[in-house]
């Protein structure tokens, strides 16, 4: 196979959906000696802030000298965004190597990996092959029956948690962090970034049961927000023993620096002299993120933000207000038609000042009339644009170069906005 046959194949393995369970992955990794025992892991849940935490995690460790393997999820461009070593993407070459070998395993244990059981398989081959130091490894969907939980962090991060997936992972707070707390092993540290009292006592149940050491935001360590601008922030860390002034950040919401902050002290419980405080301040302040409060443009700001739940809405919005008070703002957004559209509708008309409705080319996708309904109530004008690029279009014919424009809603419109930039960039 070719690279394009290669990619193709992956997609069609999509047709089976997404399975929670094990047995597929389990068996795959076994035949392949269990790579993902091999190299010390990081290993990020919850339910908002994996990707960033990951991001920034990732970050110090290489600027600490180390080789890192980053397996995220999904992607925003180029499926090889999932795999990748010290920021370089998984190459083609290796990627058609993979899928090669694991197909043929697969057909040799007479089993049907879906998408996420195969690329998790392919992205632990990948970093054994290179003889990674570090793995930071993001889960899918949950922790318990989620593809990634069969490697064994050496530091377990729960970021946020709030409802999402909720016909997988349950309505209920508890429930979901039953399902998300199941990535603590024994042994291993646990950095915590939750306060709610019933997702604490979960957590803490899971650790006891583990013998794992908990280390709570807000609690055993604290982050002192300095400074914030459109182009990033500055805070301080405060844990044990551990005072870090002026750290700072290109990641814009006051909640980025509550990630960077379970990086820190992530990483800072591995006990590896390589970890300074230098490197620390090194690997925050070059980590990136894209699609999060990302400025792709200026006059107007045009911002794109992977906001699709609501949580992350009531983030993306605090932000906004924190940031940008006084602008006028335009929002494009296209939202999946499985999440709490009702919820999300009441929080914008705050925030938003004309809204653009649209519809990325995902078949989970609502339509736009859906979310113009949810929107009923609100009083400022709501265009309904289907096509994303005459959305993005739309939005700038609306917009004087002194207002803001928000792409928003879910990472597939994020992706077909950034698409049509990246094309207008490579026609000028």
Not at 49 to 76: M, N
Not at 235 to 243: A, L, R, T
Not at 317 to 346: C, H, Q, Y
Request: glycine share 6%.
């Amino acid at each position: 196979m070719n690279y394009q046959e290669s990619i193709d194949y992956l997609y069609s393995l999509a047709r089976l959906g997404i399975k929670l369970g094990l047995e597929n992955t389990s068996q795959l990794l076994d035949y392949f000696d269990n790579p993902q025992l091999k190299t010390p892991t990081i290993h990020i849940a919850g339910t908002n802030g994996k990707g960033s935490v990951a991001s920034f995690s990732e970050s110090i460790l290489r600027a600490s000298g180390h080789q890192v393997g980053l397996y995220t999820s999904p992607h925003l461009l180029d499926f090889r965004e999932r795999i990748q070593i010290n920021r370089r993407p998984i190459e083609p070459e290796e990627l058609i190597h993979w899928v090669s070998v694991i197909k043929q395993a697969s057909m040799k244990l007479k089993i049907s990996p879906t998408f996420f059981e195969f690329t998790t398989v392919m992205a632990f081959l990948h970093f054994e092959g290179h003889k990674t130091d570090w793995n930071v490894v993001e889960v899918g969907m949950g922790g318990r029956l989620d593809s990634t939980n069969l490697c064994h962090g050496r530091v377990c991060i729960i970021t946020s948690i709030s409802r999402d997936h909720e016909s997988s992972l349950g309505t209920q707070l508890e429930q979901i962090a039953r399902e998300k707390a199941a990535i603590i092993k024994h042994p291993c540290t646990v950095v915590c970034g939750s306060e709610e009292p019933e997702v604490m006592r979960v957590i803490e149940d899971q650790c006891r049961t583990h013998e794992a050491s908990l280390i709570q935001s807000g609690k055993d360590f604290k982050v002192y927000i300095q400074s914030q601008s459109p182009d990033g922030q500055v805070f301080d860390f405060n844990g044990p023993e551990i005072w870090y002034k002026g750290l700072e950040i290109s990641l814009t919401g006051r909640h980025q620096s509550g990630n960077a902050g379970l990086a820190v002290s992530a990483c800072t419980t591995l006990g590896d002299p390589s970890i300074t405080e230098q490197s620390i301040r090194e690997g925050l302040k070059s980590a990136r993120w894209p699609g999060r409060m990302e400025i792709c443009g200026r006059n107007p700001y045009l911002i794109m933000d992977c906001a699709h739940n609501l949580d992350s809405f009531m983030k993306l919005t605090t932000a906004l207000s924190d940031l940008f008070p006084n602008k006028r703002k335009v929002w494009v957004l296209g939202i999946m038609k499985d999440k709490p559209l009702t919820e999300i509708a009441t929080i914008i008309p705050n925030h938003a000042d004309y809204i653009i409705v649209t519809q990325p080319k995902n078949e989970r996708s609502a339509a736009p009339e859906q979310i113009r309904d949810a929107l009923a109530g609100f009083n400022q004008p709501v265009d309904i644009v289907a096509d994303i690029p005459l959305a993005l279009d739309r939005a700038y014919q609306v917009a004087s170069p002194e207002d803001l424009i928000l792409v928003t809603g879910s990472l597939f419109t994020v992706a077909e906005a950034k698409q049509v930039i990246e094309n207008q960039t490579q026609n000028l």
